[in-house]
């Protein structure tokens, strides 16, 4: 599956935005999802994570409470709502599939897409 995100943007502190990612063939809905991000300087750490029908879901604790993520099979898109967003909020966020939403030693994110920036004014 090839993956394409998009809705970043420069937003001020305490504003949302919505990130989608669109994914091309029949095989979405085979396929768990996850939202991760990396800001300058650090690590890619896992934000949110949606299971394929969208039963299971999972947060990082720096997200929780604020950011939502969904799927749409018949659409064949994941969604990240992030709501009061914080300047250390800021980063380039990446979609990805895989055979689980939450990263462990057994999970494989297989596709990625390309990033989308997310910049937070304070």
């Known amino acids: 599956v090839q993956l394409q995100a998009s809705g970043g943007g420069l937003v001020q502190a305490g504003g949302s935005l919505r990130l989608s990612c669109a994914a091309s063939?029949?095989?979405?809905?085979?396929?768990?999802m996850a939202w991760f991000r990396q800001a300058p300087g650090k690590e890619r750490e896992w934000v949110a994570g949606?299971?394929?029908?969208?039963?299971?879901?999972g947060y990082a604790d720096s997200v929780k409470g604020r950011f939502t993520i969904s799927r749409d099979n018949a659409k064949n898109t994941v969604y990240l709502q992030m709501n009061s967003l914080k300047p250390e909020d800021t980063a380039v966020y990446y979609c990805?599939?895989?055979?689980?939403?939450?990263?462990?030693?057994?999970?494989?994110?297989?596709?990625w897409g390309q990033g989308t920036q997310v910049t937070i004014s304070s």
């Open positions: 990805a599939s895989g055979n689980n939403w939450y990263p462990s030693i057994d999970t494989d994110f297989r596709s």
């Open positions: 949606i299971s394929w029908n969208g039963g299971s879901s």
């Open positions: 063939g029949r095989t979405f809905s085979n396929y768990a």
